[in-house]
């Protein structure tokens, strides 16, 4: 038996990170339970049933930066195997950052058409970086 759970590195702060689970040669259903846990305290928690693979959703609180840990155990009732893994390692919580949208004047180009794009910079909370990208 074996797992394998992928989060990302850099968790954003007000964001729903998703982290995969897998469970090799699961003949049941497992119970997994995912913490972000900040100077000791939970700030964030979730779980879901996972058979051989899925996908946990965890919503990380706005405002929140620096290290924390990010811990996760699968278990079945305990009358039967009890915690089957329980890990953890440590991630970094970041503020949301800016995204970049990008236009173009039409969605499909012939060979040689000049591409018209816009460009537009915005904050997480999607109002303009600046009045005029160049």
Do not use: C
């Not at 797992?3 to 259903?29: D, M, Q, W």
Request: charged fraction near 20%; aromatic fraction near 6%; charge should be positive.
């Amino acid at each position: 038996r074996g797992y394998l759970i992928a989060a990302p590195s850099v968790f954003r702060a007000g964001v729903e990170e998703a982290i995969s689970v897998t469970i090799f040669n699961s003949a049941k259903e497992t119970t997994v339970q995912i913490q972000l846990v900040v100077k000791g305290e939970t700030v964030s928690r979730s779980h879901g049933t996972v058979l051989d693979k899925g996908t946990i959703k965890l919503k990380v609180p706005s405002g929140l930066r620096g290290q924390a840990h990010l811990k996760v155990w699968g278990n079945r009732h305990l009358a039967e195997e009890g915690h089957i893994f329980h890990n953890y390692t440590t991630v970094t919580i970041d503020s949301k950052g800016s995204s970049v949208f990008i236009q173009t004047d039409k969605p499909v180009y012939k060979p040689k058409q000049k591409v018209l794009i816009n460009l537009f910079m915005v904050t997480s909370d999607l109002r303009p970086v600046n009045d005029r990208v160049k």
